[in-house]
């Protein structure tokens, strides 16, 4: 069994919870019983934004909570979506009477659980919308989903729509933008070294030293080709070409770019992706308005990187640089 630094395999995720509360109680508070974190003061009158998932995904989604993004974070088991009963939980701590808008990834669980939360918000009269995000590119349909899967993008969805609410615009705009911002990015992703769940025996999948997997998602599964390890430059330009190739980008465009670590790639790693992405999109006219290296949402000690490309308007980089007490 592959080693970790935890406890009890089955106390992983609320052991986990209250680490970050106690990190972080000048901005955030725990609420009992569930594995939720809140922003200690919510705006009144605010659309209220929520988020979440199964674990394993850190800093996704409760380092994301405070002013300027997300109100609440739902936290699952390791790669589990949370219960419908939590999530419910989350809407009533957070709505303020202005609607509670619900930023969810494209997996089935996931859907399925907050859209029968919202159901559930309903019937106190709690209005709740929900946009889907499903930014990789790699896969239409998969285990886990029909569709394209929800990964890394997802933090500009967070950061920009909660820029949205911040400025006190209703739900009704909030949503606009955060489908905006779905509709204009897209992320690839790759791994040469797999994840293990803790408890489990086995890692979820395998690789040798010579293989690496193309297209993968954020739970481990296995991705959409293995092929055999060349240089970083060349694996970021296949991925930056597939990107290109599913986004309205012409000369002059702006674009945000993340390089995404997944969990267990060093900071060494990411910036030389960096640097080579920068070239490709300066060689097409591309601008890079803004960067974003580092690990921005995980697979537990997944090796490996992710490459986002959000193209931007004047309305996008203004939310984009909204003032947010997270730190991106």
Avoid: W
């Avoid at 709505?95 to 494209?106: A, E, H, P, Q, Y």
């Avoid at 993968?216 to 290109?244: K, M, N, Y």
């Amino acid at each position: 069994m592959k080693k970790k630094l935890i406890n009890k395999p089955e106390n992983v995720v609320s052991e986990m919870i209250e680490g970050i509360y106690l990190a972080n109680q000048d901005r955030l508070r725990k609420i009992d019983n569930f594995n939720i974190v809140v922003r200690k003061e919510l705006s009144a009158g605010k659309v209220a934004l929520i988020s979440g998932g199964g674990s394993g995904h850190e800093p996704a989604h409760a380092g994301y909570v405070g002013r300027g993004m997300l109100d609440a974070a739902v936290s699952g088991a390791v790669f589990t979506s949370p219960t419908p009963d939590a999530i419910y939980e989350a809407i009533k701590e957070v709505d303020s009477g202005s609607g509670v808008l619900m930023v969810v990834k494209n997996y089935t669980g996931d859907v399925m659980n907050f859209e029968m939360a919202a159901e559930m918000a309903a019937m106190d009269d709690i209005e709740v919308e929900q946009v889907i995000v499903n930014d990789d590119i790699a896969v239409e349909d998969s285990l886990y989903t029909t569709g394209r899967r929800g990964v890394a993008g997802t933090v500009f969805v967070h950061k920009i729509a909660g820029a949205e609410a911040e400025k006190g615009s209703d739900l009704k705009k909030v949503v606009s933008t955060a489908e905006k911002v779905i509709k204009n990015v897209k992320t690839k992703g790759v791994a040469i070294n797999p994840c293990r769940v803790p408890g489990a025996e086995k890692s979820t999948f395998s690789l040798s030293e010579k293989e690496i997997e193309m297209g993968i998602g954020i739970h481990g599964e296995p991705g959409t080709e293995r092929q055999e390890i060349r240089e970083v430059d060349q694996i970021v330009e296949a991925i930056i070409s597939e990107l290109l190739s599913e986004l309205d980008l012409r000369e002059e465009s702006e674009v945000a770019l993340m390089i995404n670590g997944m969990g267990g790639t060093p900071l060494m790693e990411l910036y030389i992706a960096n640097r080579k992405a920068h070239q490709l999109l300066e060689e097409q006219g591309i601008a890079v308005y803004k960067t974003y290296v580092g690990e921005y949402m995980t697979s537990l000690e997944m090796a490996g990187l992710s490459v986002t490309l959000l193209k931007l308007d004047p309305e996008l980089k203004e939310l984009l640089d909204a003032e947010t007490e997270i730190n991106l």
